[in-house]
């Protein structure tokens, strides 16, 4: 993105300050103060679909690891707070013109059920799979690719069912300034090949009048 388009563009950042030795400072309270702060910033833009205003434009809202350290969560993160949030942004969401972008730890959570029941209040989620630090990092059929890119939902707004990919099987890479999302394939199995082909030959097929038959060549082929 050019600098002259950032400098245009109206930004605000929401600051977290944790206090262990207040009794106050829970996941809770943060969540809160997260969402009293987006829709303070909504309403002031003038983001709200009840809003008039003279040119529109979308709100684009970033949260980074919601529900993790950060945000004071103890333990394995899994705080009925963390829901509620979710459940009152994509309701804040759907009567503005704002889009959200939320990254939540997931491999923090030891509950698979609590990841299930946040996944089902947005509406797409994405799993990224880092080949860093696995044995898939050295593997010959990866080689290029940082890791899988898994399309887990995908939204259907305004429709009676989602839209369905050419294929899910998805990869990334990361370069300097930009991250690449492209088409997974598996290089083919050269050596395997050539192996099959020597130990198991195929028989030829020979031609003839009525069809094709196997065997010997006959007089009467063409």
């Not at 950042?13 to 944790?18: A, C, G, L, P, R």
């Not at 949260?63 to 394995?76: A, F, H, K, N, T």
């Amino acid at each position: 993105m050019p600098a002259a388009l950032l400098e245009k563009a109206r930004v605000w950042k929401h600051h977290v300050e944790t206090n262990k030795e207040t009794p106050s400072s829970s996941p809770s309270r943060f969540y809160t103060e997260l969402y009293a702060n987006i829709h303070e910033r909504i309403a002031e833009g003038s983001f709200l679909t009840s809003s008039e205003t003279k040119e529109r434009n979308i709100m684009r809202i970033a949260v980074r690891s919601l529900g993790s350290p950060c945000w004071s969560e103890e333990g394995d993160g899994a705080d009925a707070s963390l829901l509620r949030f979710f459940y009152a942004l994509r309701s804040l969401l759907r009567s503005s013109f704002a889009v959200a972008m939320v990254t939540v730890p997931t491999h923090l959570f030891s509950d698979a059920s609590f990841v299930k029941r946040l996944e089902h209040l947005c509406d797409t989620v994405i799993h990224l799979r880092s080949f860093a630090g696995t044995a898939m990092e050295s593997a010959a059929s990866v080689e290029g690719y940082h890791g899988m890119f898994h399309l887990v939902q995908l939204p259907r707004l305004n429709a009676l069912s989602a839209f369905v990919p050419d294929t899910f099987d998805l990869a990334f890479k990361v370069r300097r300034r930009k991250l690449t999302i492209e088409k997974f394939y598996l290089p083919p199995d050269l050596s395997e090949t050539a192996n099959r082909d020597q130990e198991d030959p195929v028989p030829q097929l020979a031609k003839s009048g009525c069809g094709t038959t196997r065997g010997a060549a006959n007089k009467l082929d063409f």
